[in-house]
């Protein structure tokens, strides 16, 4: 990890989820966490959704987060049996995730993907104010990209494919945006809307 501002390195692991991790919690009034074109492979779920319980999840709860990369160059890759979201965030608002490639690398994990923890692409749960564009997102045991419980999100211009599941879901949101995005290969539905309000 390494501030932009001054070149020094901050923190440093051969894991890239504590990397993201570590970044986020430096940031704890928010900012920017950029990720040069590059795959890297997560053994553990970046934003730690604890184990897929959404009443005992010990997480960062740190808004303002931009999270992004060069494009589908910068690749975020699902270690095997990794089994979790290959980005999740919880109970935080304003986050901003864009130009990245997810890739959830289906074959290589073990875990069904019918339960707790979810094996989808960018899993945003409770949140305000949450944009996600310009993503590749592909190959999940369940969903591309999940938002839960949220309210005045946007999910903007994504290229969506092979996923084993819906490739886009909302659920139980309110006021959301789901504009522009490509959606392919979904082995259930497209773009699906589920759930009360």
Same mark, same amino acid.
């Given at each position: ?5 001054? $070149? ?5 692991? !051969?894991?890239?989820?504590?990397? /993201?991790?570590? !970044?986020? #919690?430096?940031?704890?009034? $928010? #900012? ?5 074109? $590059?795959? +890297?492979?997560?053994? =553990?779920?970046?934003?730690?959704? $604890?184990? @897929?319980?959404?009443?005992?999840? @010990? ?5 303002? %987060?931009?999270?992004?990369?060069? @494009? ?29 490639? /997810? ?16 094996? *989808?692409? /960018?899993? /945003? %749960?409770?949140?305000?104010? =949450? ?14 990209? +999940? ?6 999100? !946007?999910?903007?211009? *994504? ?11 909302? @659920? ?26």
């Amino acid at each position: 990890m390494q501030d932009c501002s001054t $070149g020094s390195i901050l923190f440093y692991s !051969a894991n890239t989820a504590a990397v /993201i991790n570590h !970044a986020i #919690g430096y940031l704890t009034n $928010g #900012g920017k966490i950029f990720i040069k074109a $590059g795959t +890297y492979t997560f053994t =553990t779920t970046p934003i730690n959704l $604890g184990n @897929g319980n959404f009443a005992a999840v @010990g997480t960062t709860s740190v808004s303002g %987060i931009e999270l992004y990369g060069e @494009g589908s160059s910068t690749i975020l890759n699902a270690g095997t049996n990794m089994n979790g979201a290959v980005i999740g965030v919880l109970n935080a608002n304003n986050w901003y995730i864009h130009d990245l490639q /997810i890739n959830g690398n289906r074959a290589s994990q073990s875990g069904s993907g019918g339960a707790p923890p979810y094996l *989808n692409g /960018i899993w /945003i %749960i409770n949140s305000a104010n =949450t944009t996600i564009e310009h993503c590749y997102v592909h190959d999940t045991k369940t969903v591309g990209i +999940y938002l839960v419980s949220g309210n005045s999100d !946007a999910i903007l211009y *994504n290229n969506v494919v092979n996923n084993n599941a819906n490739g886009i879901q909302v @659920g139980w949101s309110t006021n959301d945006l789901i504009q522009g995005n490509t959606v392919n290969g979904a082995s259930d539905v497209g773009i699906s809307i589920s759930g009360s309000g």
